[in-house]
């Protein structure tokens, strides 16, 4: 039995703020948009569970879906409303699912969802349930002061809902993970005990060294990308599209152009979302999914860690 | 066969990368206020698109700031004549 995707929701806070209202040169503002393609941002004040609950509750009344067939639920995030317990046993409670339900956290950012599909894929395998849903949220604008600019005009908060069926045709055909832990820095909310000694870290606002990042990406994606193909004896051109993990407009134009990936076959949202962190594929899957249809995608996410995951499916 | 820069090319590469009328061996991020993150990102693009796609291969360019610092690295891979 497999892993498979039945139904995709996404929730986006109502508070949006764009760009150009910065109070920043036009001639700044131009280059930011220019270079990251990003022209709002979403952002919420309410707790990550709260925006959990509503996307949840909201998906099983829409879809008529009963909550008892949910065996588990696993929930991705790096801003989690409590250290401990696990916000996934929170989401239970408070979305009135079953006792006998898995629950988890994954504490992955932008290869989250790739991670969240892995570890769905051998629940599965295990027997241990038919049925379940993968929840990828992210305050990061709870760690983002306004005068962090950087981070500002890019990330958005996001909520998005995976539900997972058990499946008797495979269509998930595999999966390639890889950590490099000696980026840990370069995208990071700081402890500020332990960082204290550091001066790049005044607070526990998020820092990013967007270079450092940049850098990574344009190397650890081509070889992911070219390893996953490898592994499935495929080439690119048997891929119908690539669905990056949505980190900026530079980013993405410059892996496509080094993989020397047509434009078309690229799907992007980042200019009308900004970077969801791990909601950005799945918000792309849900906004294109009548033309993903039983097409072959490639999918990669990538980024804080450094962390990187890919996988490849016949949608 | 390794695609390499020289220093006059570097030069024009940051030039037009930060959109200012000129650098010089002495610019760097703390004397031009256009090299700031968002330059950095246009310098190490720009640059890995002429050295076809060797720059993630050096390390800690992602941290060199100035024109000194970039000539030092590239030098040390052999991308810099």
């Known amino acids: 039995m497999h892993l498979g995707i039945k139904k995709l929701d996404y929730l986006l806070p109502r508070n949006c703020k764009n760009i150009y209202d910065l109070r920043l040169s036009k001639k700044k503002i131009k280059k930011i948009i220019e270079k990251t393609g990003i022209k709002k941002v979403f952002f919420t004040k309410e707790s990550l569970i709260t925006n959990c609950e509503k996307l949840i509750n909201n998906f099983f009344e829409k879809n008529n879906i009963k909550k008892s067939r949910i065996k588990f639920l696993i929930l991705v995030t790096q801003s989690p409303d409590y250290i401990l317990p696990s916000n996934s046993c929170v989401l239970q409670y408070k979305c009135n699912f079953n006792n006998d339900i898995i629950t988890f956290d994954i504490n992955q950012g932008c290869s989250g969802f790739i991670y969240g599909l892995a570890i769905s894929n051998s629940i599965f395998k295990s027997d241990l349930a038919d049925e379940g849903i993968l929840i990828c949220a992210d305050r990061y604008s709870k760690f983002i002061s306004n005068n962090n600019i950087s981070c500002r005009v890019l990330f958005s908060d996001a909520f998005s809902l995976i539900y997972l069926k058990k499946k008797k045709k495979r269509t998930f055909l595999s999966f390639e993970f890889g950590t490099d832990g000696s980026g840990y820095k370069s995208l990071i909310v700081p402890n500020k005990e332990l960082e204290k000694k550091n001066k790049i870290f005044k607070s526990n606002n998020l820092f990013m060294s967007g270079s450092e990042v940049f850098v990574f990406a344009i190397k650890r994606v081509p070889e992911i990308i070219k390893k996953i193909l490898k592994k499935n004896s495929m080439t690119s051109n048997e891929i119908d599209y690539f669905l990056f993990h949505q980190a900026s407009k530079l980013v993405i134009e410059t892996l496509s152009e080094k993989m020397q990936i047509p434009k078309q076959k690229i799907l992007n949202n980042f200019s009308e979302v900004g970077n969801t962190t791990s909601s950005s594929i799945p918000i792309i899957l849900k906004k294109y999914q009548k033309k993903l249809r039983k097409k072959k995608i490639l999918m990669v996410g990538f980024g804080v860690g450094f962390s990187w995951g890919a996988s490849i499916i016949n949608f | ?81």
């Open chain 2, 1 to 81: 066969m390794i695609k390499k820069i020289t220093e006059k090319e570097l030069l024009v590469i940051i030039k037009n990368s930060l959109e200012v009328k000129a650098v010089s061996v002495n610019s760097s991020s703390k004397n031009l206020k256009e090299w700031d993150s968002l330059g950095q990102l246009n310098i190490l693009s720009v640059l890995d698109k002429k050295l076809r796609g060797k720059l993630s291969l050096v390390n800690n360019i992602s941290k060199a700031d100035s024109v000194k610092k970039l000539i030092a690295i590239l030098k040390k891979k052999s991308l810099l004549i």
